[in-house]
Nanobody, 122 residues
Framework: VQLQAFGGGLVQAGDYLRLSCAAS????????VGWFRQAPGKEREFVAV????????LYADSVKGRCTISRDNAKNTVYLQMDGLKAEDTAVYYC????????????????WGQGTEVTVSS
């Protein structure tokens, strides 16, 4: 499975963005997909994950209520809608795929896409 994240950009605090993770590979729909982010000087951190069917999701406390993860298996794409962006959301965002269910650890993800940068100005 190959993944590519896009949709980042420079926005103001309070704005919204929708990130997309496009995948190639016929088995994409069988993978759980997560979003992670890494701010300068910080470790990569979990943001959200969605199961292969889209039936279950899990969010980090820092984004709960402001972000929504969804997927369209027909389009081989997973989305991360981010509303009410804050300066602390500034980071490079990555999508990743795993066969494990609703896991937060980056080391549990088998496939990673290149990141897309999100910058939120306050």
């Amino acid at each position: 499975v190959q993944l590519q994240a896009f949709g980042g950009g420079l926005v103001q605090a309070g704005d919204y963005l929708r990130l997309s993770c496009a995948a190639s590979g016929r088995s994409f729909s069988s993978y759980n997909v997560g979003w992670f982010r890494q701010a300068p000087g910080k470790e990569r951190e979990f943001v959200a994950v969605i199961t292969w069917s889209g039936g279950s999701t899990l969010y980090a406390d820092s984004v709960k209520g402001r972000c929504t993860i969804s997927r369209d298996n027909a389009k081989n794409t997973v989305y991360l809608q981010m509303d009410g962006l804050k300066a602390e959301d500034t980071a490079v965002y990555y999508c990743a795929a795993t066969s494990l269910v609703l896991t937060k650890g980056p080391d549990k993800y088998h496939y990673w896409g290149q990141g897309t940068e999100v910058t939120v100005s306050s």
